[in-house]
């Protein structure tokens, strides 16, 4: 290993501490071989539902040197977002606590955008692109091969000090950097997440079918909700926290010092009766920055009142 891929290496991890990222992991730019087989047996089964994108750009998903031409390293982070205090349930519907705040796409590539230019000072000139959940990267995928966390049985990934409540990002770059080894699983026997899930969405261990999922249903999907999610959607109106909410790993989750993740007056102090009553002047005005703008005004309102049949 070539010392100055090692010195980029401790330079990049302290700058992602820096810049407020909790983990920060290195992988070797390449073809995911182990991920072919099982994406293209995910995309047969449909377990994707309408997400149609998800069948498009197939290798540039499984290999970023297609993506970032000359790319080499794939710089994996996370960023933590489990909030100080959950919006009450009692009386009200639910939302995923990742949507609580403004939208973490844009919130994580300013920063990433920042800690790139920091970089460019120290090391000199580099090519990348940095991505956060927006284009066809297999995050998931390099974040466990970098050391980040492993995969869970309910498909997220989990680390040993704080659990899964947090967004995966990357920068693929043209730099040689030392990689870091992948994690091992700490699972174990537990299946909380399985037998948690009300829609059996966990269709075996690690395997989703999206379209059984309340996060599709509520999110992704642009048509009517199926009848077979009456009385089993636990009054999620925008995603779904399930599944992460019962695995014993993630009492290890710390409150995020992110002040744009925190929820609006309204997100705090609103309860069922005000969403049924939402109009789209409201919606507009209290989702402006946020990720529930993806459902759009007509998909809440969907989703609220197929919660109130």
């Given at each position: 290993?070539?010392?100055?891929?090692?010195?980029?290496?401790?330079?990049?991890?302290?700058?992602?501490?820096?810049?407020?990222?909790?983990?920060?992991?290195?992988?070797?730019?390449?073809?995911?071989?182990?991920?072919?087989?099982?994406?293209?047996?995910?995309?047969?089964?449909?377990?994707?539902?309408?997400?149609?994108?998800?069948?498009?750009?197939?290798?540039?998903?499984?290999?970023?040197?297609?993506?970032?031409?000359?790319?080499?390293?794939?710089?994996?982070?996370?960023?933590?977002?489990?909030?100080?205090?959950?919006?009450?349930?009692?009386?009200?519907?639910?939302?995923?606590?990742?949507?609580?705040?403004?939208?973490?796409?844009?919130?994580?590539?300013?920063?990433l955008g920042e800690m790139v230019a920091e970089l460019k000072e120290e090391i000199g000139d580099f090519h990348c692109r940095v991505f956060v959940d927006s284009a066809p990267v297999l995050e998931r995928s390099w974040a466990k091969k970098s050391g980040i966390g492993w995969v869970g049985k309910n498909a997220n990934l989990i680390t040993k000090q704080s659990g899964s409540f947090y967004f995966l990002a990357e920068i693929i770059s043209d730099l040689e950097l030392q990689e870091d080894l992948p994690t091992t699983d700490h699972c174990g026997t537990c299946t909380k997440c399985i037998e948690a899930c009300p829609t059996d969405a966990i269709v075996s261990e690690k395997i989703i079918d999206g379209s059984k999922c309340i996060s599709y249903a509520t999110i992704e999907l642009k048509n009517e909700i199926p009848e077979s999610f009456?009385?089993?959607?636990?009054?999620?109106?925008?995603?779904?926290?399930?599944?992460?909410d019962v695995c014993p790993w993630n009492r290890f989750s710390a409150p995020h010092q992110q002040e744009k993740f925190k929820p609006n007056h309204f997100l705090k102090n609103s309860q069922k009766e005000d969403w049924k009553e939402l109009s789209q002047e409201l919606f507009s005005e209290i989702f402006r920055k946020s990720p529930v703008k993806r459902t759009k005004f007509a998909g809440l309102k969907r989703n609220i009142d197929f919660l109130g049949k």
């Open positions: 290993m070539n010392t100055s891929a090692e010195k980029y290496s401790v330079l990049i991890k302290a700058k992602a501490k820096k810049f407020g990222f909790q983990n920060c992991g290195i992988s070797k730019a390449g073809f995911l071989e182990e991920d072919a087989k099982p994406l293209e047996n995910w995309l047969k089964q449909n377990y994707h539902g309408e997400m149609s994108y998800m069948e498009n750009y197939f290798d540039k998903r499984l290999d970023p040197t297609l993506l970032v031409e000359g790319s080499k390293s794939v710089i994996s982070l996370s960023y933590n977002y489990f909030p100080e205090d959950q919006i009450s349930s009692l009386e009200n519907f639910k939302i995923s606590k990742y949507a609580y705040g403004q939208d973490y796409h844009q919130i994580i590539k300013e920063i009456k009385n089993k959607m636990e009054d999620w109106m925008f995603g779904c926290d399930i599944c992460q």
